[in-house]
């Protein structure tokens, strides 16, 4: 272990302990736990009310329907999906407010509108397996959409307002932040503007990851895969995802244009496969695999089609910024004066004499 080490546990513990000090701070954190255990306590009424209304699913008759199995599986993925969603989201807050990092904060909030979109459309899709599974004959309990359809309204609307709150949040931590870097930031513009883009890009990283990953989930659980070839191969892309946005954030840190070389033309790769499903999804001939969740599918798809194309994009802004001295700050261990307010610990850490280790918008 380094000499630094102990020094940086301190910035770390000092650094969490600050968002519970200052108001802004606190007041984000907590918001973003809140509507967490709010919309997932409705999300496991939805799933108890959806399973305890079925009959035992394990007979013949119902074992056999292809079309049934698939729907049985729309609820339980809403509600695996929206947890990992909410526990990320507050995982990326708690980074966000300990390297006091405005640009995620946004992020975050963009993220949030995300999470709303797809609370409502889980609605439709709900209410389809519900009438789907009908058909079947599947349900003891024949009101169960009329139990749980406030419960889900209610979801988007929760989210909504939390949205507006959190945006006013941010607004005020971009203040509160703006200072903190005003006493601290050196005087270089074009080093600053470096700093940033690589910020940029270190947050795009992790939203990357969690709507491939949803993306992901909800294609191997509801629509499977036709061979075990198919399955096999989408179950690997997550730990290979993983990989390539671990090297991404590394090579970027390193400069090493190989290394980002390599990363773009997996993102091309990326590009390529998401655009392929996409078109999939509405495939007259494949359609029919895609039905119970295609709405979200297509959601998930475009947005990590877009974010894709902002990586690209700012993967080749970081590439052109390398060998102007921002490694320098990037691989600087913490100051010994730093103060509680300077701390960050993330995979990005950056302490520097002239420049802090998180950045704000000007």
């Not at 405005?102 to 009438?131: F, H, P, S």
């Not at 010994?336 to 802090?356: G, T």
Request: aromatic residues 14%; charged residues 15%; proline residues 3%.
């Amino acid at each position: 272990m380094s000499a630094n080490s102990p020094s940086r546990i301190r910035l770390f513990i000092s650094g969490t302990n600050g968002i519970f000090r200052k108001k802004w701070p606190r007041l984000f954190f907590i918001t973003a736990i809140l509507q967490a255990i709010v919309c997932m306590v409705f999300e496991a009424f939805t799933f108890a009310q959806f399973q305890s209304g079925l009959y035992d699913m394990d007979q013949a008759q119902f074992k056999s329907e292809k079309d049934l199995q698939s729907q049985l599986k729309t609820i339980p993925t809403f509600l695996g999906l929206f947890i990992l969603g909410f526990i990320y989201q507050v995982l990326l807050v708690w980074d966000a407010l300990l390297m006091k990092n405005t640009i995620q904060l946004i992020g975050i909030c963009i993220a949030n509108l995300a999470l709303l979109v797809y609370g409502a459309l889980q609605i439709d899709q709900i209410q389809e397996a519900i009438r789907i599974l009908k058909g079947f004959n599947a349900f003891k309990d024949l009101n169960v959409w009329d139990e749980v359809q406030g419960v889900l309204i209610a979801i988007p609307g929760i989210i909504a307002l939390i949205s507006i709150f959190l945006a006013f949040l941010t607004w005020k931590l971009y203040q509160e932040f703006a200072w903190d870097i005003l006493k601290h930031i050196g005087a270089d513009y074009r080093m600053k503007k470096r700093f940033l883009h690589y910020q940029i890009y270190i947050a795009l990283l992790k939203f990357d990851f969690f709507f491939f990953v949803g993306f992901t989930i909800q294609f191997l659980v509801v629509v499977g895969g036709k061979t075990g070839l198919e399955f096999g191969l989408t179950a690997a892309a997550i730990p290979i995802t993983i990989a390539i946005l671990l090297c991404a954030a590394w090579s970027t840190q390193r400069e090493l244009k190989i290394g980002m070389i390599g990363v773009m033309i997996l993102y091309l790769g990326g590009l390529t496969y998401f655009i392929y499903k996409l078109a999939r999804i509405y495939d007259p001939i494949e359609q029919q695999y895609y039905l119970p969740v295609r709405k979200s599918l297509t959601a998930f798809a475009v947005l990590t089609i877009i974010l894709l194309i902002m990586t690209i994009t700012n993967t080749l802004v970081c590439m052109f910024n390398f060998g102007h001295g921002l490694k320098q700050h990037l691989l600087s261990g913490p100051r010994p004066e730093m103060d509680k307010d300077q701390a960050s610990y993330s995979m990005h850490d950056v302490k520097a004499p002239q420049l802090p280790s998180r950045m704000t918008i000007d």
